[in-house]
């Protein structure tokens, strides 16, 4: 599988936007990476409509990944195995530690933490021991 190879993506504003990796963590699922990058919220802000407190705590860096264009914009990344496998990126390529992302899931201000969005079901089916 080769990584997809777009322009460095130029930094957005008003955000602190996550280390930039260059792999697109959905590379191999589902379609072809193509048509740039794009910032992505691991858990979406569209769960926590109505809840402004959910949606500021969702823009904070952790939440935030590069995924690729066509990944995005095809919704690959908002279904229940893209955000598994964003997950994995998150610790094993950004280099984030496991502990440190379920806390943030446990910290968002949740109204009704939809079950797609626990812990337990966004490290289903990943490993983080081996790269
Ligand atoms: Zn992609």
Not at 26 to 42: D, E, S
Not at 57 to 78: K, S
Not at 101 to 128: N, T
């Amino acid at each position: 599988m080769t990584s997809p190879t777009f322009e460095t993506p130029k930094k957005p504003l008003g955000i602190s936007p996550p280390s930039f990796t260059g792999v697109c963590p959905l590379v191999g699922y589902g379609i072809k990476c193509g048509l740039g990058w794009h910032l992505h919220h691991w858990v979406g802000r569209g769960v926590v409509l109505g809840n402004k407190k959910a949606r500021r705590y969702l823009d904070q860096h952790v939440n935030m990944t590069w995924v690729c264009g066509a990944h995005n914009i095809e919704r690959w990344a908002d279904a229940r195995r893209g955000r598994q496998l964003i997950t994995w990126h998150k610790v094993m390529v950004e280099g984030h530690h496991p502990d440190e992302l379920e806390a943030f899931i446990d910290g968002i201000p949740w109204k009704v933490q939809p079950h797609e969005y626990k812990w337990e079901v966004l490290i289903s089916g990943v490993e983080f021991g081996t790269v």
